[in-house]
């Protein structure tokens, strides 16, 4: 689907006007409270949001996506943008395996009449010590964990990326090991912040951008937020992930942001947020430290980066 | 055959062709237009063009061996200075837009990451190449030292591609090919001069 940069709306209108369609179901006054009265539904004002700091803008849609990795549609920045094209992401199935009560496949019209999409803005940060504020739509990814019903013996959740070589042309090339693969904990995966996305600024998932659907754990190296997933595996023992395969002495499974730990090749103290001009200090957990500090109070982060 | 006077004549055109694209690229870059990442976008190009210009100095040597067209070597040294210019421009996008001078922090970057420290060695050696290179210097410096001074510029191509190999993340098709060029243009110095001896007898 291709969309013009006149269409699309500024975040700022596009809650505006969601909120003022809840708030014509409403009565007037309760429209003028609707940030507690709706916290817990889509109005975009839920905690994550507030969780955001004062100095976080967020980033244009043309930002967002025209500049991301995604090696499926090659290795370049620009690239994604560019060769996603030909990509068809409906109909969409998932695959449901490992240490679960019934492995099945899900149709995502399925898994999606069962959920609650909410907004959720996150600030995103490569490794590349770029980043960015995104305005997701997606669910929690705990609410699939529990349709998926994991036994207790599963441990650790593995997501695999769509192989089609031929609409992504960045897969024709031994780049990296295809498909592209990611892991977590359970405990990561259960998260409240970590989510399956959807969509972004209120438009369905990009093609570039992981489409129809992608993780999100927003206080790791984006690299671990792996799009376009047709598999989710449940086990008992770490998986192995793509990038950690290609290059375990600069990406470790758990990747997640800290500005204490270098890379051999970026410097993790620093970042350009993309559309300022200076470099901004990296914050712990990409500032998500109150929420997930706990996860790893056992783990001594400089061994398991 | 081209003569010197050939060569000497397409200098004001190739000293345009190889300036212009760092004039593009500042204005691209003041009037916003160098995408959304413009340091970055900046400095990637500023450091391939430097690397480019390296790898043709190398090979005009090498293609002077052809005897109708040996005096391409009147080119060398203005794309050589060139070369220099783009490498100045590319680290003074990385100390100053990039890390707005912070000196403490950019010389832990240069120890730290091994690919800033091959780019930088390779800077580091591209200045007393830069500043010998006019008539009078190797007049002064006689001919056989300038020689040798001017053979720094191996380690600085070797290091050069180095330092673009380290940086890309996966696909090292580029800089593959980059340092193939270069190690092929070296061999066949090489092998000019274990044959050279038997050729005087």
Known sequence: MKILGSEITPYKTYLNRRKFIKGSLASAMLATVTSTAFANHDSGLSIYTKNLNENDKLNSYEEITTYNNFYEFGTHKKHPHLNSGNFKPRPWTIKIDGLVKKPQTFDLEK????????????????????????????????????????????????????????EMPGQQKRTIIWPYREGLRMDEAMNPLTILATGLYGHEMPNQNGAPIRLVVPWKYGFKSIKSIVEIRFLDTQPETSWETLAPWEYGFYANVNPNVNHPRWSQGTERRIGEFKRRETLMFNGYEEEVAHLYKDLDLTKFY | MFST???????????????????????????????????????????LMALRLIIITLMITTLSNIKSIKSIVVLRRMIGLFAFYYVCLHFSTYIILDHFLDMQFIIQDIIKRPFITFGFISFLFLIPLASTSTNNMIKRLGFKLWKKIHYLIYPVAILASLHFYVLVRADKTEPVIYMGIIILLLLHRIFKRLTRPQLAQ
Do not use: H
């Not at chain 1, 590349?128 to 994991?150: R, T």
């Not at chain 2, 006077?5 to 694209?21: A, D, E, G, W, Y």
């Open chain 1, 111 to 166: 898994i999606l009449s069962n959920v609650t999409i909410e907004d959720r803005v996150y600030r995103l940060r490569c490794v590349e010590a770029w980043s960015m504020v995104i305005p997701w739509q997606g669910f929690q990814l705990s609410e699939l964990i529990k349709m998926a019903e994991p036994l207790s013996s599963a441990k650790y959740v593995q997501f695999v990326t769509v192989f089609r070589p031929e």
């Open chain 2, 5 to 47: 006077k050939n060569f000497n004549r397409s200098k004001p055109v190739l000293f345009i062709l190889i300036l212009f694209p760092s004039l593009l690229w500042a204005f691209q870059f003041v009037t916003g237009n160098l995408g959304v990442n413009p340091i970055e976008k900046l400095m990637d190009e500023l450091g």
